[in-house]
């Protein structure tokens, strides 16, 4: 199971995260307010240091994925093949997020079988156990 590497600018993501909330750093600064991912201490539009975490409604669509196949880390290798997705999200469709798609928030890597993965379709977050590792599952399964 993968865990969360943690620094400043993303730790309100996993904070969050762990409560089932999926936020976005936003920039604070009046009139402009873009999003941004990942995180980072400056806002790339108007240099703004100030930042607020808004939450996103947790759907997406498959904008892209892979099927990686060994050789792999041991820990993955027994879990190929397994997809790994890129979903691009409704609220900030600028904003991609890589993760899983699977068939429940702890479900097995390779719980859902990969001919059933489509660019674009629609895909709802989920959070683990515990970690709070966001992962995706398809709105109709
Ligand atoms: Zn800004």
Redesign the pocket.
């Known amino acids: 199971m993968l865990t969360p590497v943690v620094d400043d600018d993303g730790a309100p993501f996993w904070e969050y995260a762990a409560q089932g909330e999926l936020r976005i750093q936003a920039?604070?600064?009046p009139g402009?307010?873009?999003l941004r991912f990942p995180p980072r201490p400056c806002?790339?539009?108007?240099?703004?240091f100030?930042s607020e975490w808004r939450r996103m409604s947790g759907k997406g669509r498959v904008w892209s994925y892979v099927v990686p196949h060994p050789p792999l880390l041991p820990d993955y290798a027994a879990q190929a093949p397994y997809n790994v997705i890129v979903v691009e999200l409704a609220d900030a469709p600028r904003i991609r997020l890589v993760g899983n798609l699977v068939s429940g928030p702890d479900a097995a890597l390779n719980s859902v079988a990969q001919e059933r993965i489509r660019i674009g379709a629609k895909v709802q977050v989920v959070f683990t156990d515990g970690a709070g590792l966001p992962r995706w599952v398809l709105e109709r399964p």
């Not at 806002?43 to 703004?48: G, R, T, V």
């Open positions: 920039c604070a600064e402009c307010g873009e806002c790339p539009h108007c240099h703004s100030d």
